[in-house]
C-alpha cells in the first residue's frame, strides 16, 4: 500500500496534540507534508515542533504543484469546516474533518455530495467511537447479547463547563453551544446502534439562562455579556421503527456531577450502560449485572486515523462518513428548529 | 367544626391498609360509617376488624336514609373510579378519588365538571405531594433558591415491577400500563412545580417488549400471554413558557435499579434532586451542593387525607384537585396519542 | 397422593425450630403423629406446643399398632443417628436424618445397606443444598457456563465459634469436632458440584489449641478442659479426574471474619463464588464479573423437608441419599486418618 | 571491609531493572566491573546505559585476568541458573541467582553441595522477603505474638497474567509454570515462618485449562498452542511437627482479583494477614483486630542485596541460602511429582 | 444474702423504663415493694402495670410501718435529688439517685455527709460506666496498655436535641442546660480514668445563641421564649499531676453529627476512642491501630443496679458514690462560675 | 508601580523551595538581588541555581552601597527571626518574616515597634490565610452566613511527626515545640476570625512524653535524648466577647490520623469546618450540610508573597501583620506560662 501525503489545515491545540502525534505514529501508512494556518507564524511554529517540512498561511498554495496531499485533516472553527473540505474535495483530497460536520445541514449536505462525486472519502472526528466501552457495546450488539435497541439516554453533560478561552460563545462560528460542541458526540454514537437511521419525529428545548447570568466557571471564566448559544439542550428523537433517543447536553447546569458523558442503553434482552461499562440482563432465570473491570485505556485519537485510512484505502471501517455526518447535521437542525417554536 | 361521615367504596388492600387507618386516625374529623364493596364478604370482614358500623355490596344503598355520608373514598379499580364518583357526586358527597383520575381524559373532564357544578370537593390521592422532600422543595421553590425551573427530569423506573396479581396488565380495567399506575405519581409532581400549567407539544414512545416475552419477576410472576398494556413510556413535554419535562416510567426495563422514583430539577439559580433531597447551586462565588440529613419520615397518607378533609373545609390545601387530574388525564391521553403515531 | 405419617425422634431446638414447623407447613402431603424423647416432659411439651397427637419417650412403641408412621425424622445426638435410623428402617419407614451421616463410615455404611435391602428412603438434612445461591450455581454448572470444574475451596470456618452448650466438644457423641459439624455441609456442596465421585488421594490436618487453650467465646463460653476434638481441620482432596477440594473448616481460628461459609469454584469456562453469588468470566473478549443482587430468600428446611418427601414419593430430588452419605463420611473418616498420621 | 567485585550475567530487564540500579547504589560495598549476555550488544548497551567498564558474550572470559570478580549476579533464564552459578563458583565467586534456584532438585542440591565445598556464599533473589510486612511479621513471631504457628494459606494468583513475552511458557526452559515463577516466592516465605523445615506428606494437583484454550490476556497475548506448563497449581503440605501449609499460584483462574500475592498466617496466640498487613488476636478479653496504617515502602531489591553483600562478609542476614534453596527445589519436585500422579 | 427491700421515688420514664425492670429482673436479690409519685395516679398505674404492692403520693408514708424500704430509687427532678435523698438517708436507706447528684455543690456535699454519717450507701447512676467499650478502656488502663493518661477529650454534643418535653430549659428545676444534663455523664468517665481526683485549674464558657433564638428540633420544639439554660458549654481542666480534660457538650450546636458522645484518652503509652472502641499505640517497631469488633451489647441499666446492690452488700462496686459525686457536683459549679466570669 | 528590590536572608529548604520561586514567578513587581547565608557556599548555590545576582554571607553587607535591597524574606531559624528583622528595618526596608514571629512577646512586640517607627511593613508568612478552604470561610462569615462566631476548635495534631533534621527539638533555637511551630498556624487562623482581639483567659498544659521516650517517627526519627520541647499542647482561650478557641496541637500524639490541620467553627447561625470545606445549618425550616467539591487548588505562597508585596505598596492586604504577630506571640508566651503552673 502506498504511503498518502497528508497536510493539517487549523493550527490550533486539536491539530498539535491529537491529529499530528496521531499522524506521526502512523507513519508507515502516512507522510505529514504540510500544516497550513491562518497565521504563518502559528504554522511554522508547529511545522517546526513536528518536523513537517512545509508550513502555509493559505489552503490553496498546498494544491498546487508536484507534492500535492492525498488527504486534508480540517481542524479549523466550525465555519470553515464547509469551505475547507470543499476546497480539498475539489483538488481530489480526502478529508478527516474535525466534528460538528459543519454549522447547518445544507453544509453538510453539499460536502457529502461532491466526496460522492469526487470519489473520495470524508469523515468525520467523532473519536469516542473508538473507547473500549463503545466498542465492546457495539460487539455485545452484534453478538445478540442486547436484543433489539428501543429506547437511549445519551447525555453529555457539564456542571459548569463553558470554555473561558476559544469561539464556544460565538453562535456565528460555531453554529450553536453546547448540543453543537459536545452533545453531538453522544448522538452519533447512539445514532450508531441504530444503523444511523433517520428519526421521524423531534421535539427539543434549548435554554441559556447560566450562560447569561455569569457566575462560576470550573474551564476559565466566561463572557456573560457575549454568550450568544444555548447552555442546555434536551430533546427527544423518534424513529420509524418506535426506537427513541432522549438526548440531554450542557455547557452549565446546576447538577452535581462535574462533567456527565453517558449513554444508558434499553435492549428486549438487555441493557447497558457506557461508562462504567456495564450490562443488566437474566442468566439462568435469574437478574443478572455484568461488569467489566479490566477495559485497557486506548488512544482514541490514534485509531480513529487509523479508522480513516482504512477508509481511504477501500477498507472497511467504523470511522464517521459523510452520510452518516450529514444525518447527524440535519437532525441538530431540526432540534433547533423545534427549539426555536 | 362539625365531624364529617365517610364512607370507603372498594375492599381491597388500599383501602384497609391506607384509608382506613387514616381516617380513623383522624377521628376528631371524620367518623367512617359504612364500607361498600361488590363481595359484600370482603365488606363485612372490613367492616369488623375495623369496627365500621355498616357494609353494603351496592353503593346505591348508602346514599338513601338519615345516615347518609359526606365524604366517599374511591379506591376501586381504574374503570370504576369515574362511574363511583359520580354517583358519589350526585348525591352531594365530597370525593377523594384513588389516582389515576380516570381511565381517559373525558372521564376526568366530566367529573370535574359535574364537581364545580355540585360545589363538592373531588380530589385525587396523589399522597407523593406529602413527602418531606417534596415539600422541602416546594418550600426552597417558594423561597426563590431554585430561580425559574426550567427543565425536569421525571422517572418511576422498575426493573422488573410488573405485579404479579391484581389488574396491573389488562387494559380495558387499568387504562393502560406504567405511566397510568406509576408515571403518573411522579408527572403530577412535576406539573406541581410548574403551576400545573398545560404542555403545548408532547412527543412520547411506548413499549412492551419484556412484558409480552416473560421472565423472572421481582412482585411475582406475570401472565406474558395476557400482558395488554406498555411495560414502558418515554416521553418530553413542551410547555408555553418554554420549560419541559422528560418523564420516563416502566413496569419493566433492563436497568441497574429494583426501583427508581425521583425528581431532578433544574432551575436558573439551583438546581434540586428529591430523593435523597439535594441542592446544587453557588454560594459566595463557589458551586455548592446542600444534603439534608434530618428529614423526618411522614405517614404520607395521613397527611394527604388531611389535605383533603382540609379542602372539604373550605381550607387551603395542597390536595390534587379536580381541575388538576383532569389535566394530568388529559397530558396522559396526549401520550398515548403520541405514542401511537 | 396418600399423606404420610411422620414422627419425630429427639426433642431438641432443631426438631422445635426447623422440623416440626416444616412438617406443619406441609400438611397437605404429610401428618405429624408422633415425637419421642429420652425425656418424656421434653416430648409432651413439644407435642402440646405443636399440636402433635402422641409423645413417647421410647421409639420402639411408636412401632407398634396400626398408627405407625411412614417415615421418620431423626434429630437426635450424632452418636443416635445410626440406631435409632436403623430402628425406624427396620419397622418400614423412610428416615430423613440430621447430619452427619453418622460418627463414623462403617455406621453409615450400614445404614445405606438397609436402606437399599428394605426400598425405604434414608436421606441426610443437607439444608445447604437448598440456598438460592447453591441452586442458581447448580443451574449455571448444568447450562454450561462454567465449563468443567476442576478446583472448589470450600470453607466453613469460625472465628470463636465453639458452642458453649450442647455437646459439641465430646468426641464421643459428637465423632468429631469442627468437620463433623460444621466442614460436612461444605463438603456436601462441592461434591454435589463433582457428581459426588470419590476422591482417590486424601491429606489433612487437625488442630485443638484454641479449644484447649480456652479464651473469649463468641457462642457462648466452652470448657476448655474438656475440649476433646478438632477445632479446625485443613484438607486437600484429589480426585480420580484430577479435580481437587481444599476444605477448610473450623470451630475457633485467628482470622477476621466471625464466620465464613462459602465455596470459591474455578471451571474451565469461569469460576464462580456462592456467598454473595458471583461469576467471573470471559464475554465477548473481555473479562466480566457477574452480580446477581436479586435473589430471593428461601426457607431451606421447608425446600429440604419438600426434596425429601418428593423422594418418598418416588420423584426425583436434590436430597442427600444415603449413597451420597455413605461416601461423605468414608471421606470424614479418610480425613481423620490422614490428619492422625 | 573491601570493595567486592561484582559481574552480571544474564542481560534482560531484571538485570538492568534491579540488579544493577542496587549495585551501583551501593558503591561504597560493591563494584560492579562486567557485565555478560549471550547477545554481546545487549551486554555492550546495558555496559554503556549504567557505566559498567566491560562487556562479555562468554562468561569463561570473565574469570581469567586479573580484574576477576568476586561474586556473579545470576540473571539468565530458569535452566541457565545452575550452569552459570556452577561455573561462577568453581570460579571462587559468591553467587546470587535470581529465582527460582535451579528446574529441578538435583540441579539445586549440586549448586548447594559445590558452594559448601568451596566455602563460597550461593544466595537466591527472593525479594519478597525484604517487604515491610514480612519484615513485620517475622518480627511479630520472633516476640510470641503469633505463639506458634500451624497453618498458612500462600497464594500467588493472577486472574489472566501469562506473560505474553519471554519463555514463561516454555517447560524446558521454565522447568514448570505458575509454580516455578510465582508460587516458589510465596512458598519460600512460608517456609521462613516455619524454619524452612521440610514437608513430609505432600499432595497436589496441577491444570493447564486456560492456557490451552487462550483468550483474553492482561500481560499481552499468549500462544495457546505453545502453552507446556501449568496455569495453575494447588497443594497441601504436611510437616512433621503438624503445621501444614496450602499453596495456592496460577497465571490464569477464573477468579475477581487481578492479582492476588498474599499469606494468611494461623498462630495458637494469633494470626496475620500479609497483605495490607494485619494481626488477629485477644487482648484483655476481647477479641481484636490490628492494623499497621503506616508502613513505609522499601527498596525490596536494594535491601535483598544488602542481605546478600552482608552474607558474603560472614554476617547474618535473611538471604535465602543454598541449604533452603535445595529444600524449596526438592519440595517444588515433589509437587509436581505429586500433581502428576 | 437477704433480699433487700427497695422503693422507687419518681413515676417518670425513667423508672419505668429503666429501673423497675433492672430491679424485677433481679429478683433473688432485691425486692421491689412500692412506688411514689407526687401523682398518685401515676404512681398506682406504674404499680399496676409491674405488679408493685404499694401506690404513694407522699414519701413520708413509705417509712412507717413494718414493710419498710432498705434502699431507695430517687428518680424525680434534679432538684428534689437532694431534699429525697436526704429523707430516704435519714430513714437508713441505701440510696441509688438518678444523675446528675444534685443542683449545686452544697447539696451534693450534704449527702455525701449524711451518708457517711449514716453509713448508708448514697449512689448516683451514672450507667454509662457499664458500656463495654468503657469497661474494656478500663481494663486495657488497668493492664498499663495506656501507660499514663494525660489528656483527654470528652464529647457528648447534640446537634439540635434540646428535649420539647420536660424541664430541660428550666433553670431552677434542672440546676442547668447541657453540661447538667448531658456533660455530667462524660466527665464521670473522664474523671474515672484519672481516679477521681480534683482538678486546680478550670476555665469554661457557656452560650445560650440557639437555645434562645429557636428553630428546628430534632427532639421535639422547645420553647425558646422559655429557654434558662445554656445550650452549650466548652471547658479545660487540668489536675494536680498535670493531665488535662477538655470537655464539650451541647443540646444545640452548628456541627455534623446529630449526637456525639465520646471520649479521646491520650496515654503515655497509647490512645484511645471509646466509641467505637480503638486504640492507637506502637507494637513491634510499628504504629498499630486496634479496633475490637466483637463487643457484646450489654444492658448498661442492669448492670448498674447490680453494682448498686454489690455496694449495699458491702462489696467492690464501680457504681459512683458519694465521694464521687460531690466532687463531680463541685467541678460542675466552677464550670459555671467560670463561665460567669 | 516600581519594581522592588528583594534580598533573601536564610539559605534553607523554605527559601529554595518556598520564596525564591514565588518572588520569582512575579518579576513584574519584585526583583531578586541577592541571597545571604551563613554558609557561603550554600548562598553561592542557591544564587546560581536560581540565578539571583549576588551570594553574601553577611547580612550587613547587603546594605551598603547603591544596590540595597527595598524589602528582605527573612527564612532563618526562630532565634534569628528578631534580630535579622530588626537588622533589616533599621535598613529601611520591608520584611516578611517566617513564622512564628519570634521567640518570645518582647521580641515580637519590639519589632512590631521598629515598623511603625521606621514606617516599614513588618509581616509574617502565614501562608495558611491564602488556601481556598480558608477564603471561602472568611467569605462567608463577612456574608453574614455564620452569623457570630461563639467557639472555635483549632487543631494541627501529629501522631509522629517529629522532623529527624533541623532543630525542631532545640528549644533555644526554636523557643519552643508544637505550638511554636504548629500550632501558631491555626491559632493565626481563628484569631482572624475573631478580628484578632486578645484573649482575657487563658489556661494550658504542655506535655514531653513521647518525645522523651522516643520510638517509631514517619519524619525521619529524632534524637529522644535531646527532646526539649513539647511535643503536644492543649490551651482554652476566653475572649473578653464571651467567644472561645480550644487549640490542640502534637509533634506527637497516640492517635489515629498522621496529620489533622483543621478549624471547627461554631457560630450562632452556622457552623463550619475548614478541611473540606463544609458549613452546617438551617435552611426553609430544615438542617442542612452544605459542601464545596470544586475548590481549585492555590499556590499559598505566591498568594501569600502578593499579599505581601500589596501591603508594601500601602493596598489592603490580608497578609499577617506585625501587630497581629505581637499579639500571637504573647498568647504563646501566656500559654506556655499558664502551662508551667
Known sequence: MPILKAAIIGGGHIADQNHIPALKALSERVELIAVCSRDIQKARTLADKHEIPQAFDNASEMFVGDNKPDLIIN????????????QALENNCHVLCEKPPAINAAEANEMA???QKKGKVLA??????????????????????LGEIYHIKANFLRRRGIPGWGNFTNKSIQGGGALMDLGVHVLDLALGLLDYIEPDRIIANTYDFIGKAGGKGLMGNWAAAKFEVEDACFAHLSFPNNASITLSTSFALNTKMEKNVNLEVFGTKAGAVLNPFSMYSEMDG????MEFPHLEETDIQLKNTIAFLDACGGRASNICNAAQGAILQK??????KSAAK
Open 75 to 86: 481542524c479549523t472553527a466550525n465555519n470553515l469546516h464547509h469551505p475547507f473540505s470543499m
Open 113 to 115: 455530495e461532491l466526496a
Open 124 to 145: 468525520y472526528n467523532f473519536q469516542l467511537r473508538q473507547t473500549p466501552e463503545y466498542s465492546l457495546l457495539k460487539r455485545a450488539l452484534e453478538n445478540g447479547r
Open 286 to 289: 435469574e437478574l443478572v449485572n
Open 331 to 336: 437532525i441538530v437542525e431540526e432540534i433547533y
